[in-house]
């Protein structure tokens, strides 16, 4: 799980795919920050598999400034870089 502090690379986007919307992987990253704050849904049984929750609500602010400021992303779009 990332955690607070960890530097991260941003590697998807939540995008449009033809008609439908849908993960957009990218084999570059988009950009890197480092984690703010995170935080869980509050909505229970969205849980994986493993009983793991599916994802959750990661704040970063971005090295480049490229979003003016700290933006919450959702967890399956960011990697860990360094912890």
Do not use: T
Not at 8 to 36: C, N, T
Not at 38 to 56: K, V
């Amino acid at each position: 799980m990332i955690g607070v502090g960890d530097l991260v690379k941003r590697v998807a986007s939540f995008s449009p795919v033809g008609e439908d919307f849908g993960w957009q992987m990218y084999d570059f990253p988009i950009g890197i920050g480092i984690v703010l704050e995170i935080e869980l849904p509050l909505y229970e049984g969205l849980e994986d598999e493993s009983g793991e929750h599916g994802g959750y609500f990661i704040k970063v602010v971005w090295q480049n400034g490229q979003y003016g400021g700290p933006v919450w992303h959702w967890s399956e779009e960011l990697q860990v870089i360094s912890k």
